[in-house]
């Protein structure tokens, strides 16, 4: 159990296109999902964390108008890269929690989704 | 503020040797600690965690790590190493339970597991 997809795995997509990329938890409900961007041979920088039916609280730095992250169910979290540029280019990894008031901290990860800006 | 240092960018070991990956954290109050591997172009996978109780923790694939809380300490080890497992191995610390924002991951090791 406990199992997150991503979609796309890679696109590619001319500059100043908008990217939409999905995150579900396919065997259980996510009220908590979290949105990494990793840079090669880099660790995961946490760029927002998302929660059911609320905006998205994003890390300091990054782009809101950007990076649009919308959690409308408690399946599926999506993250929308608008008017992508070549330095938007990396590995989008998100990841979900079971949550709730005695939340079980553990996020599982998706299988990220590399994103080329051409 | 919590924080993770992984000192070593790049482990190598011999196959059938046994192999340790360092991780310390810096954390308020108790640390919950976890091991991901991550194989390339690939989403993380947990190997272990630890949150109360044994120092010893035992994992996935054979993989262990000791908590050491005198040396904010968390490596990971594995008594006989396999090629199958060079990968990017990252250390994680969440200082808050029952908060699922609060995880923060170290640089990663390359760990390469020589034939």
């Known amino acids: 159990g406990a199992v997150v997809s991503q979609h796309p795995s890679r696109v590619i997509c001319k500059s100043g296109t908008s990217v939409k990329i999905e995150c579900r938890s396919l065997?259980?409900?996510?009220?908590?999902m979290f949105w990494y961007r990793q840079f090669p041979k880099k660790s995961l920088m946490l760029m927002a964390t998302?929660?059911?039916?609320?905006?998205?609280?994003?890390e300091q730095g990054v782009e809101k108008d950007k990076f649009l992250i919308n959690h409308a169910s408690l399946t599926l979290s999506t993250l929308t890269v608008t008017s992508a540029h070549p330095e938007d280019s990396s590995f989008y990894i998100c990841?979900?929690?079971?949550?709730?008031?005695?939340?079980?901290?553990?996020?599982?990860f998706g299988p990220g989704t590399r994103l080329t800006v051409l | 503020a919590q924080s993770v240092a992984q000192p070593e960018d790049q482990v190598n070991v011999a196959e059938g040797n046994p192999l340790t990956v360092k991780c310390t954290y810096s954390?308020?109050?108790?640390?919950?600690l976890f091991w991901y591997v991550q194989y390339p172009n690939r989403g993380l996978q947990f190997l272990l965690k630890?949150?109360?109780?044994?120092?010893l923790v035992k994992g996935s694939y054979g993989f262990e790590a000791e908590f050491n809380k005198s040396q904010t300490s968390f490596h990971l080890k594995k008594p006989s190493a396999l090629v199958s497992d060079s990968a990017l191995y990252f250390c994680?610390?969440?200082?808050?339970?029952?908060?699922?924002?609060?995880?923060?991951f170290g640089s990663g090791t390359q760990l390469t597991v020589l034939p």
């Open positions: 994680a610390v969440s200082g808050v339970w029952g908060s699922a924002r609060q995880l923060t």
């Open positions: 630890y949150i109360t109780g044994d120092n």
């Open positions: 065997d259980f409900q996510a009220t908590t």
């Open positions: 998302s929660n059911e039916g609320s905006k998205a609280t994003y």
């Open positions: 990841s979900a929690t079971r949550g709730g008031t005695s939340a079980y901290n553990e996020q599982f």
């Open positions: 954390v308020s109050g108790n640390p919950y």
